[in-house]
């Protein structure tokens, strides 16, 4: 799949990174539809389990060297169905209540340390624009509650003072239309 016809710089946020020292494209997503039980540490529901093979298919090709989820069931489901198919062991990355600016650190430096390809973040509704913006894109509303169809595609710079570029983009069945403060 060519990712590059989707780029458009949203943002001028600036990444202060080393030349050539970190990812070349994040891509993120939040984690596909959950079920409601066990409240703790749901799975996916069959609509999520859709999503998570979709979400697969979208991103065989992509040239991924890593995939990033959190401790949660949803999480490391929603990647498994790719992660299976690349045979790429997920890094769990855990995601604590109260925590957020170390996990945000985590995240970073993980990116950080790749050398060049391409990754994918699994995260949540409030942690994926937080991520997105810690390196280096725009600040974005939390996802919706119901919104689970966006893969956001960041480009990063290839050397400081160049901003990151950021692509909305959409997998799987659309999900319901977006309250207006939050994607």
Not at 53 to 61: G, I, K, S, T
Not at 145 to 162: I, T
């Amino acid at each position: 799949m060519n990712f590059a016809v989707f780029w458009a710089t949203v943002g001028l946020a600036l990444l202060p990174l080393p030349a050539r020292a970190a990812a070349d494209l994040v891509f993120l997503v939040r984690h596909a539809e959950r079920a409601a039980e066990p409240a703790g540490d749901p799975g996916l529901t069959s609509v999520g389990a859709a999503r998570a093979q979709a979400l697969a298919q979208a991103l065989a090709d992509a040239g991924l060297k890593q995939i990033i989820t959190t401790q949660f069931r949803r999480s490391q489901e929603t990647a498994a169905p790719l992660a299976q198919q690349l045979q790429l062991p997920p890094q769990v990355l855990a995601a604590r209540r109260g925590e957020a600016e170390a996990h945000l650190r985590e995240i970073r430096e993980a990116v950080l340390r790749q050398d060049g390809g391409a990754l994918l973040i699994v995260g949540h509704s409030n942690t994926v624009p937080a991520i997105i913006a810690a390196l280096g894109g725009p600040r974005l509303p939390d996802l919706c509650e119901s919104s689970y169809q966006h893969l956001f595609a960041l480009r990063l710079p290839a050397q400081p003072g160049v901003p990151a570029s950021l692509a909305r983009l959409r997998y799987g069945e659309p999900s319901p239309a977006a309250e207006a403060a939050c994607l």
